[in-house]
């Protein structure tokens, strides 16, 4: 019993492993009329059912204690916000996709975390290794047409998306090239962020990701400050107005609160609308899943934009206290903050690449934040890169005091 259980639990790590490798992309199959689901999220399905199966099998249920209280409590709001869902299927598919970030995936990221030496590296590389896909796949998208900015998006489906997925990779390779001791890595990593500062076209998230380069640069001293400083200014004055797609304008505009005939951007409106409903339904929202299907009648007097508009420009903020009610929120806050401070934490007193990695992942929180308030970036495709580097901020913790335990 205790090898086929030990087997299973080798299956559920490595099928794990296989779907934060293969997340970052909004590529998805339809199983059924009304239903898709993308590879990573059957490969989610699959290695929780190896899991649970092993833990049956064991009458072990103790590591279902690793999971972290704000994943539960923001699992069990959204869960609750079904209640009052007019469209009630709308709701049940957001919580089974909440439940398979939020509670499947941290529970087969921290367990592989626990369970295997050396998987906190073996994470970081399944993190930034499909980074290099990606913006492979968004350069040749840059270069090759002269098309909307939108289709700069990389395995995403816009680049709004990319931008959120930027978002959360870039940090974190920066903290691996401040630390990471040989220079083909180093160089490696250098090239990877060149490519996303040149290729991510979604404003909000280059210069949240420029403003936390900036942060960890000064965590690590004036020198490192000062240079990283004026690589940051001279990519802003220098390089990106000649990049052939006027990168500084690009970036600008699509931040900007008026559009060029002066009319008000989309974006800034609904946040006003999507206050109107919180005010009402503070609570539990609208329910889970159909906050665009009760934001219409909150817009009042603000003038309200017809025609086509560009996707994923909601306040991810707005978004959960509007569908699920300002507890969930406060839930979703605590999840993120709780994961950053272990972090910053562990990086103030781990040494080699686990600073940098834990410094990164705490930037990575933080531009992810930062980001959310232009982009609803919890969509397929950034779900299990986000539950990734939440595991692996508080990992670090825990493999920084089992090393200074043994050094004791």
């Known amino acids: 019993m205790t090898l086929r259980t030990t087997g299973l639990e080798g299956l559920a790590a490595g099928v794990a492993l296989a779907a934060f490798l293969c997340a970052p992309t909004q590529w998805s199959m339809a199983l059924l009329p009304g239903l898709h689901v993308c590879p990573a999220d059957l490969l989610l399905a699959l290695a929780a059912a190896a899991w649970l199966t092993a833990a049956a099998a064991r009458r072990d249920w103790s590591r279902l204690r690793l999971l972290p209280w704000p994943h539960v409590l923001f699992f069990v709001l959204a869960l609750a916000s079904a209640a009052v869902a007019r469209d009630r299927a709308a709701a ?30 073996t994470l970081t590389i399944a993190l930034l290794a499909p980074a290099a896909l990606v913006l492979a796949l968004a350069g040749i998208q840059y270069f090759g047409s002269a098309g ?15 931008g959120g997925y930027l978002a959360l990779l870039m940090p974190l390779a920066f903290g691996l090239l401040l630390t990471v001791p040989a220079w083909p890595l180093r160089v490696g990593l ?5 490519a996303g500062l040149t290729f991510n076209l979604a404003g909000a998230s280059f210069y949240a990701i420029a403003g936390t380069i900036a942060i960890l640069a000064a965590l690590r001293g004036w020198r490192t400050f000062v240079c990283i400083g004026l690589v940051l200014v001279a990519w802003q004055a220098v390089v990106l107005p000649r990049l052939p797609r006027e990168n500084d304008l690009t970036l600008f505009r699509s931040v900007a609160l008026y559009a060029t005939d002066g ?12 206050a109107n409903l919180i005010l009402e339904r503070p609570w539990l929202g609208a329910g889970a899943g159909n906050y665009q299907r009760s934001i219409g009648p909150y817009y009042d007097t603000i003038p309200n934009a017809t025609g086509p508009s560009e996707p994923d420009i909601q306040n991810l903020y707005l978004v959960i206290a509007g569908s699920m009610g300002l507890p969930a929120l406060l839930a979703f806050a605590g999840l993120l903050g709780t994961a950053a401070a272990a972090a910053a934490k562990t990086a103030s007193a781990a040494i080699g690449w ?32 986000l539950v990734a580097i939440l595991a692996l901020a508080r990992g670090l ?12």
Request: positive net charge; glycine residues 10%.
């Open 397 to 408: 913790q825990t493999t920084q005091a089992t090393r200074t335990h043994a050094s004791t």
């Open 263 to 274: 009319q008000p951007e989309r974006r800034y409106p609904e946040w006003q609308a999507a």
């Open 148 to 162: 909307s900015p939108l289709a700069v998006r990389g395995t995403f489906g816009n680049r709004n998306v990319l």
């Open 354 to 385: 686990r600073r940098g990695a834990a410094a990164g992942a705490a930037g990575s929180l933080l531009a992810f934040a930062l980001t959310a308030v232009w982009h609803p970036l919890l969509v397929r495709g950034l779900g299990l890169p």
């Open 92 to 121: 049940v598919r957001e919580i089974i996709q909440t439940g398979v970030y939020f509670v499947a995936g941290s529970v087969l990221a921290t367990d592989l975390l626990r369970r295997q030496t050396g998987a906190d590296r």
């Open 190 to 194: 250098a090239l990877l962020m060149t």
